[in-house]
């Protein structure tokens, strides 16, 4: 019906724009041009209103398909909230060798061991750069690490888990006549945001990793404070 109307405005311009009389010699058109020429105009915006309408329906219909990801997003994230009941979630998991095999060690002074063999690291608070976990949540945390001796007739080997500056556990294998032992320890520990967590290796003191991933750390989250 619109379009009809268009065409017929259309029209009716062009017919006021003929002359009354192709002879008269003053070229007189009709009386009505000046209105012609406004219902013109009138076409012109009548069919940019319509070019607009178009636009704004398909601007709705992107809005529409917006509003549907949106409502499909805080669904799924509600059902995740669900499923861990809104409490951060930390984890880790990882092995000191990403391949190969050697002895690690021995250095002059104490220094953490760097497990660069990522299982998991949920929470991301993990950094094996460094070998250093921090707390990003505070609360009650587990951690536990393996060491396996040195290959060197005399066992060489000595970890302690740390906090900070504090020595919490530790494995130690200095002494006996077999080359190949291993050991592990765990701890249950308090930690706010900004602490850090990890294995120190003693000075001169050495440990042994090949594919077999002897040489583990790893943690979780228990509850948050």
Known sequence: ???????????SCCVCEVPVNENDANGRRCPGSSGCSDICSLTSMSQTLGAVEQK?????EQ??????KLLDTKSEVLELRSLT????????????????????GP?????????????????????PSTGIFTALVGGTHFFRFSMFNNLSP???SVVSLMKNDERLVSVWDTSGTDSNDMGSNAVVVALQPGDNVYVDLQANRRVYDDGMNYNTFGGFLLFAA
């Not at 061991?113 to 950094?127: A, C, D, M, P």
């Open 1 to 11: 019906m619109k379009t009809i109307a268009v065409l017929i405005l259309a029209f």
């Open 56 to 60: 704004v329906a398909h601007m709705a």
């Open 63 to 68: 809005i529409a398909l917006l509003e549907a």
């Open 85 to 104: 009941a809104g409490k951060p979630q930390v984890a880790f998991s990882a092995t000191l060798m990403e391949s190969g095999s050697r002895e690690v």
């Open 107 to 127: 250095f002059t002074i104490n220094t953490p061991l760097k497990y660069k063999k990522v299982f998991s690291n949920i929470g991301r608070s993990y950094n």
């Open 154 to 156: 005399t066992p060489n």
